[in-house]
């Protein structure tokens, strides 16, 4: 590698070895902390996976991304894979139930427009090798926020599911009263990218800066793109967190109850709620018994 790149990190058996070495540390300080939420599965193993398939995948894009830059069909399926890739895994992250795919909305909703408006004003030309970073930045973003709002939203609901009841029984509709506990929580999702954009330059200095300024551009420009792609991130991240509420508060996107069958999705009356696990009801003694009953 004799490129400026080389001089940032060079590729070497040395970098082989440091590199298994903290991902090994890293699966050993998650085992020996429990950092495991769930009753289920192992974060240490989950580390593990995860870093052997950043190898595998970036090893198998590195080639691939070659022949994708020349042809606008394999673009576009490029660009097809990375959205559904990204809506399998922000969907297995927030819910269980068949309700996962509806997490494309939040997705869409935030990086569509924005790619669109870049295309259309030629800010960023129809060509993979512009393209491709740009969205997969963006969707990367979107994923991020969409699996916090989703699981922070869905959370609290389970946890504070007696407010949604009361505020029901005062009169607000099945909307508002989950709109009420949901939000709050789910803004949340939005503060690791205002703290990125507040502290840029200050604390870190981003990919996107780092890589246009190896590249030979002058700081000038590099702090422009910079500035476009936090700026361009918050869009969609605000877009994504706002289409997540919504999908959440009005019961489109939900976790089964515990012991309960999955629910149809839409929305459901105040008495049937997401979270609590619909019993028979006990027969009235009072009214007459019918004599074919055993």
Request: aromatic share 4%; glycine share 8%; net charge positive.
């Given at each position: ?18 590199l ?27 580390i ?15 080639f691939?991304?070659?022949w ?39 997705l ?17 030309p ?17 994923l ?8 922070r ?35 949340d ?45 918050m869009?969609?991240q ?57």
């Open positions: 590698m004799t490129s400026s790149a080389a001089s940032l990190v060079p590729v070497n058996l040395t970098l082989g070895i440091l298994a070495v903290l991902l090994l540390v890293a699966a050993g300080v998650a085992a020996v902390a429990h950092l495991t939420p769930e009753a289920k599965g192992s974060r240490s193993r989950e593990l996976v995860a870093g052997v398939r950043a190898a595998v995948q970036l090893a198998a894009v590195s691939v991304i070659v994708v830059v020349k042809s606008l069909p394999a673009l576009l399926a490029f660009l097809a894979v990375m959205f559904a890739v990204a809506v399998r895994t922000a969907g297995r992250r927030v819910t269980s139930n068949h309700t996962w795919w509806l997490t494309a909305a939040p869409a909703a935030g990086v569509v427009p924005v790619v669109a408006a870049l295309l259309l004003t030629g800010l960023v129809l060509k993979g090798i512009a393209l491709i970073p740009i969205t997969g930045i963006l969707i990367g973003g979107a991020t926020v969409t699996v916090l709002a989703g699981r939203s869905l959370d609290e609901l389970a946890l504070r599911h007696g407010e949604v009841e009361a505020a029901m029984a005062l009169g607000l509709p099945d909307r508002d009263a989950r709109l009420e506990v949901v939000r709050p929580a789910a803004s999702a939005l503060l690791p990218g205002l703290d990125q954009t507040r502290t840029v330059g200050l604390v870190t200095l981003p990919g996107a800066f780092v890589g246009v300024l190896l590249g030979g551009a002058s700081p000038l420009v590099a702090g422009a793109v910079q500035l476009f792609v936090l700026i361009a991130l869009a969609v605000s877009f994504a967190v706002a289409v997540t509420i919504e999908l959440v508060a009005r019961h489109h996107l939900y976790r089964p109850a515990r012991g309960a069958e999955d629910e149809p999705p839409g929305p459901v009356s105040r008495w049937s709620r997401p979270w609590t696990v619909r019993r028979r009801r006990a027969p009235d003694p009072a009214a007459p018994r019918d004599p074919a009953a055993p």
